[in-house]
């Protein structure tokens, strides 16, 4: 087949039907217009660059259409390649978002749309949504807007800032009751919760965790909580070797407690033996460092309703 025809192949060919095609299933709430997150048990793919490309999370699988078959079947390219022919005019269901409404491309900046935004205040829905539905405590969000990583966003969802080494503002993770995503036009660095000069650095995966092991911790002083914002970027992935280039620096890789968390410590423990510092694995008990926080918060409330016995009589009449 020559060049011309593959390509029209794979215009005519998304990721996505073949990954529907193989039993994958779209999950709405951990996906974004710009990165389509498809599962099949434990297997996860993600689908990017308007269903043209593809990527696995957990191992170095990428590329075309072509590729993503040769991933999933352990296939030659002429097989993937007449795989692909045979899906041609297969229409993969297209995913609904639930989103607030916005143009498909922001009038503004993100300097300007973050520097207009308003920060989180107590009582506010975005506060709320932090204190009771992610457990998060006044002192570490305080913390947080004192430190511009905080705005609200539509609906009571939470947005919450990346920035570059100088502290400018690059994009921002976008958490809600009803929806997650990034900022549109945005560029995943790092989420930044502490001294940048802290000898102690703890990778998460969403900012909800770096600020949920930050109040698990007490918000330790010689630690710098970070969040590459769910992926793993050459950008972030940068931006962790220039805050890693000090020797005395120990990375701490307090990612998920689950397959695609454990890829991720890896790389960071590659990272820092190529960097020359120290690294260790922090793994929270359940899938994450805000259930945990959870966990706490409501053994915390058990052990105080049991301090109060007379609370449990006044309820017998």
Known sequence: MEKAELEELKDKVPCAAVLEHEGFALDVKESTRKAAKYRREAAIVIVIHAGKGWFDPVSEGKGDVFKLVEHLKGCSFVEAMDAVAALV??????????????????????????????????????????????????????????????????????????????????????????????????????????????????????????????????????????????????????????????????????????????????????????SGCCAERLRPVADDWNADLKMRTEEGEKQEANRVPHARRSRQG
């Open 89 to 274: 005019g297969f229409v993969p269901s297209a995913p609904v978002w639930h989103h607030a409404t916005r143009g498909n491309k922001p009038d503004r900046s993100v300097t300007e749309r973050w520097q207009s935004g308003r920060r989180p205040f107590r009582g506010s829905a975005t506060w709320r949504y932090l204190a009771e539905a992610r457990h998060l405590p006044g002192p570490v969000i305080r913390t947080a807007i004192s430190a511009n990583l905080l705005r609200e966003g539509p609906h009571g969802s939470m947005w919450a800032a990346h920035t570059d080494a100088g502290g400018a503002v690059t994009g921002w993770e976008e958490r809600g009751p009803d929806w997650r995503g990034f900022a549109s036009g945005g560029a995943k660095l790092l989420f930044r919760l502490g001294r940048s000069d802290a000898p102690r650095l703890c990778v998460t995966e969403a900012a909800i965790d770096a600020m949920s092991l930050s109040a698990l911790e007490d918000l330790r002083a010689d630690t710098l909580y970070l969040s590459t914002g769910g992926g793993w970027s050459p950008a972030s992935d940068a931006a962790i070797r220039v805050l890693a280039s000090n020797t005395q620096v120990k990375l701490v890789a307090a990612t998920d407690n689950n397959r695609q968390g454990d890829v991720y410590a890896d790389r960071l423990f590659a990272l820092a033996t190529e």
